[in-house]
């Protein structure tokens, strides 16, 4: 029997995460990714002994990738509920031990992580963000106890947010403007469309409560200035499922995600650059035939799925004759999220070092005018605020003994601003690490350290393929969200698919595993994949898994 041929190009979580389902509804799929290896933006640096993950850290939501560990062949699983009631009982969030589900744990150990964040204010004091009600509670009292009563109220417009914008509204795909509008007056009544800043503001008074309960968006290049107050979910989607680690870093995830995609039947080939998405005229329609590689091999498909970059995908792999909607105008105009500049750095352990945590978020003097400069002004300014991530806190095994493996990550206007970062990056590097020598996170790091390296948004423009540079896609604002966000299925081609980052529903792991699944569905429907296999649960048996003829002569 012959099956259908799919091809995704890049190995990024959402690019793995969909070639897994596309395995499961029955396509013979192959991903082709440029580097040397997989992950994308989770590409792993091994060096001196020291393990860094290049890009995401924070893992929440286990049972997506529960659910992805459980696809079989030819048994989709997409008409199970998104959120069975096993995941949203009380008490489900795991908080010791495994947090991985039986599949998973066949390929990957996943731990919780608390607290979630330690967030430094630039005065010394800190406040350990975790789900913990007294905590949170307490942890206010103490910093700023005239917002107690505004938490209480955000508390109860978070979780309607997170009820109706992620629950109920998490997993719809917005094909169409008709899709939003319907939508748009629970939206309104929730407050969820105005700026995130501006919705916490109204339930804090104090500009350290205002931040920690709004700083969440730029792990996700988010500016929370402008970022839609719907994303005031991810305060309920933490506290529901809490934030994870996977045991040997985010890379140990991806490569399970590889063997369990490959145990499907899928194939991966590296050092693959593709140089143009195939269009073919039929008629009035443009429907994509495959990949070109750079060496100039054609690799045949019935579909393809693009993992690169939104921008890069339109403006360099499709020819611009084949693109009516997504031309060049429009991709240009999209605001682009910031980027990043991430400094790894492994150093040596001493007694006394003080009590950092796995996650922490160092905050500079200014918030609100720091973020300007970076999304607006796009300047590179003189203070900075940084997410320091030690793994080694949790991992140990990431570091030779003695050690710790570290990366911080800086918030920096994306290659729009013109900044030379060959000129600029090492000094820039330079006073990080002395802020956190001097400034006491880390007393005599300067002398303890035994590699450092870093990477600028020229990285992500010239290594990863980013669109200027960006960290994170398509920025995540009003005006690019939903409908208005890029879309999943390409409005140019047929059989042209989009998936990750910068399509709906947007950044963040969960969000990229999220896009997958509705990627999947997308192409479930064009292709008339036959109902046993979309809806196949492996529990169900053989039969359901043995079901390719609906894929046949489609």
């Known amino acids: 029997m012959t099956r259908q041929r799919a091809i995704v190009i ?28 997989v ?36 048994a989709a699983m997409l008409d199970e509920p998104d959120f069975p009631p096993s995941v949203l009982a009380e008490g489900s969030r795991i908080v010791s031990g495994a947090s991985g589900g039986p599949n998973t744990q066949r390929y990957v150990d996943i731990v919780p992580i608390l607290p979630f964040y330690r967030i430094y204010f630039d005065d010394g004091s800190f406040f350990d963000y975790d ?68 919705l916490i503001s109204k339930y804090f008074k104090s500009d350290k409560m205002r931040q920690v ?76 035939t495959g990949v070109t590689l750079a060496n100039g091999e054609t690799l045949p498909a019935d579909l393809v799925v693009s993992n690169a970059d939104y921008a890069t995908t ?17 991709v240009k105009f999209r605001k682009q999220s910031m980027s990043l500049m991430v400094i790894y750095f492994g150093y040596r352990k001493q007694d006394g070092d003080p009590d950092l945590r796995h996650h922490n978020i160092i905050l500079g003097p200014r918030y609100e005018e720091l973020l300007t400069d970076i999304f607006e002004r796009k300047i590179l300014a003189d203070d900075f605020s940084q997410y320091l991530h030690i793994p080694t806190i949790t991992d140990p095994s990431l570091a030779p003994a003695g050690h710790h493996a570290a990366y911080t990550l800086i918030p920096v206007p994306n290659n729009q601003s013109d900044i030379d970062w060959d000129a600029v990056g090492e000094g820039f590097a330079d006073t990080v690490l002395t802020f956190l020598d001097e400034r ?90 036959d109902p046993r296999i979309v809806g196949g649960v492996p529990s169900q048996g053989g039969d359901d898994r043995a079901l390719a003829m609906g894929l046949a002569g489609v």
């Open 213 to 288: 309960f709004s700083f969440e968006p730029l792990l996700i290049g988010g500016n929370p200035l402008k970022v839609p107050a719907i994303y005031a979910m991810i305060h309920f989607v933490e506290k529901t499922w809490g934030v994870h680690f996977a045991v040997g870093g985010t890379g140990a995830l991806v490569k399970a995600m590889v063997r369990k995609f490959e145990e499907l039947g899928g194939s991966v080939r590296l050092n693959a650059k593709v140089d143009r998405i195939d269009v073919e005229k039929r008629g009035r329609k443009r429907v994509a």
């Open 10 to 37: 890049g190995s990024g979580i959402g690019g793995i995460a969909c070639a897994i389902r596309l395995q499961s509804l029955g396509f013979d799929t192959q991903i082709v990714e440029q580097l040397g290896d």
């Open 39 to 74: 992950g994308g933006r989770a590409y792993v640096r091994r060096v001196d002994g020291f393990v860094f993950d290049m890009g995401p850290t924070v893992l929440t939501v286990p049972h997506f990738i529960e659910e992805l560990f459980s696809l079989e062949r030819d």
């Open 440 to 529: 006491g996170y880390i007393p005599g790091l300067r002398e303890r350290i035994v590699h450092r390296s870093f990477v600028t948004p020229d990285y992500f423009e010239e290594v990863l393929g980013s669109h200027l540079g960006n960290g994170f896609g398509v920025e995540p604002r009003m005006t690019q969200t939903a409908f208005f966000r890029p879309h999943n299925r390409s409005e140019d081609v047929a059989n042209l698919y989009l998936v990750g980052q910068g399509t709906q529903p947007g950044g963040g792991t969960p969000s990229v595993m999220m896009s997958a699944k509705m990627t999947a569905r997308e192409i479930a429907r064009d292709f008339a994949i």
């Open 131 to 198: 789900a913990d009600p007294v905590n949170v509670r307490a942890q206010i009292a103490r910093l700023a106890p005239e917002d107690l009563e505004g938490y209480e109220r955000f508390h109860e417009a978070a979780r309607a947010i997170f009820e109706r914008g992620f629950l109920e509204l998490g997993y719809t795909y917005f094909g169409s403007l008709g899709s939003m509008v319907g939508v748009l007056p629970d939206l309104l009544k929730l407050g969820a469309i105005q700026p995130l800043f501006s």
């Open 314 to 330: 339109y403006l360099k792999l499709v020819d611009k004759a084949h693109r009516r909607i997504n031309r060049d105008a429009l």
